[in-house]
């Protein structure tokens, strides 16, 4: 059933215009995500809209492989082949959602702390047009990108549930609202630091949990496996009541654990964040910290398509690092990734 706001037209009116495969090929025309609209091109008829977009192409937060810096121009590229029917789901996602890309985030590629803030307020500002304010989803750059979008996507939230948002970045000192969250990765990245940095790519979550934006007894972390630096590693996540799915948990118990997750958590707003490290490095070799003994992307997917039901307010994929990548097989895995993310909340209408 189609969603409406008091200050929208209703969900059924607006859709994602896209260029006719059999008319203007896919290798033709601009390259935006899924050839979805710019946001400066959707139709009046078309907002607000439902979902935006953006790039945020940033690296500075890595520990090991640079160059996921170039990871939203690669996922861009490769989604050119996306097509807008869910088999899974049996939804048309272009016909039940309105879609576009909002362009690449502004970075500062020497400073974390300051990249982060230049995203917050580069996505604070994204517009799709009218209430409900557009979710979004942004396309990384390495796991650190992940904080800003969080912030961002809380703060919509606050808004629409009347709580106090666009705080500057300021800690939400009660956690108020603080949202769900389901992190597909093979690392926890809840490290407190790494090199004296506290925004990279290995402590998004921590310091998301810290400012109130995430409750972390509502966080699932599905694919972590080993090994790690030091046994310490899991201290942060026992001790705040995350709930951890290693690979070998899902490779016993399969996909119900998720369902089961998802269930729980009702209507309450949830963030998808998608590492591509989850996934085995012989399915997807383009990322900067490989970790062996990981899903296929087949099954990648059939866990995302178990989060069905979730209400999905926010979400990004990450660390694609197109320099080590065979064919654009991982970039193309990041945005079949984006596309089931989407399904999941066109599946809700």
Known sequence: MAKSSAAASPRVSRQTLLPDPRISPRFAGLVTFGRYPRLEDVAPANRPSDWLIYGVP??????YRPGARFGPRAIRNESQYLKRFSIAHNVD?????????AGDSPVQPYSCEESMLLQVEFARRLDGGGTPAAKLLALGGDHS???GNIRATWERQSSRRGGNAGDGGKKSKSGANALALIHFDSHLDTVDTVWGEKWGHASPFRRAIEDGLVDPKRMLSVGIKGPLNTGADLEFVRDHGVTVLTYDDVRKRGTVPVAKFVKKLGAAPAYVTFDVDVVDPAFAPGTGTPS???FTSAEAIDLIRACRGVNVVGADVVEVLPDRDVSGITALLAAHVAFEVLSLDAARE
Do not use: E, K
Request: charged fraction near 10%; proline fraction near 0%.
């Open 292 to 294: 062996v003994g990981g």
């Open 58 to 63: 940033f690296d500075a937060g890595v520990t």
């Open 145 to 147: 990108i992940a904080y």
């Open 93 to 101: 996602v272009c016909a039940a959602l309105s879609i576009a890309d």
